[in-house]
């Protein structure tokens, strides 16, 4: 681990001097790129250096311990030795945790889709729930949300719902929500008081960006037709919802909310390019056999992640064995508890292999 560190440090020196270069700031493309690279190395190196600071003070201070006498400055380096050593282990777990590999999509903004499963009506209006959650954390995270598609019902719930997060780290701190996630509790269409269990499958998909994913024109099926369902005048007169068929993959998305066909056929694109990039990467996954099922699930659609538990006000994530007993705050958007212990759960397993 030293020795690539010190790889990373010269590294980190190499660039500092090549981002001040007049001709690479010339060249703004290779400029932005060392940049990039530079404020990536930022912490690591600068933890490294830390670290080798402490031990050098372990070593001074073992020297200067050899050549005292006194009982009470012997004392007072074993204490201090003591002190330097516990920063030493900590110092490790940190360079340990930033050498792990990092998942390219981590910064990148998310297509999150939420769908209505096994339960109908209790089951849509619970995605309009699980929708309002996540709209509500991304609002106390800054990002920036936007409805791209809805199916939405009479009562006011969701059969569907494609809404994109926009924000640094989005996908880093949302990843980890796909699966199913499952409801108990009274139906307000429940004359007889029983307890329903429903449930609603997420996917949070990383946006792409033309470049990730090819796509060609002569793949594309576009077809044009009236909008249905709640909305203004224009519905159901003018020919502005946009249905994109994928015809290697099969892959339909329709988008109908906007009354432009310019922007539905905008926002169909953006949820079909994130499809893709997730269907490669899911088989690039399988091919390299690099799919692994730890403590945070696999984010598989059809995994049971967690349950929301309403007559006793809890909600439990099963991948963690986490039970919380605030229900309603975490559905109000305070999911912070849960995902940074996905993410630190995610990071020890990784370790863990790792080592």
Known sequence: MYAKLEQLEARYDELAKLIADPAVIENRELWRQYTRTYAELDEVVGVFRTYKKVLKEIEDTRSLLEEESDPDLVALAEGEIEALEARREDLERQLKMLLLPRDPNDEKNVVMEIRAG???E????FAADLLRMYLRYAERQGWRTEILSSSPTTLGGFKEVIVLIEGRGAYSRLKFESGVHRVQRVP???SGGRIHTSAATVAVLPEAEEVDVEIKPEDLRIDVFCSSGPGGQSVNTTQSAVRITHLPTG????????KS??????KAMKVLRARLLDRAQREQQ????????SMVGTGDRSERIRTYNFPQNRVTDHRLNLTLYRLEEILDGDLYELIDTLITTDQAERLKEAI
Not at 122 to 125: F, G
Not at 261 to 266: A, I, L, S, T, V
Not at 286 to 293: D, G, H, I, K, S
Request: proline share 0%; hydrophobic share 30%.
């Open 118 to 120: 096994t339960g109908g």
């Open 122 to 125: 209790e089951a849509a209006l």
């Open 188 to 190: 307000v269409t429940e």
């Open 251 to 258: 892959i339909v998305v329709t988008c109908q909310d906007e």
């Open 261 to 266: 066909q310019h922007k539905n056929r905008d």
């Open 286 to 293: 399988e091919n390299l056999a690099t799919a692994r099922r």
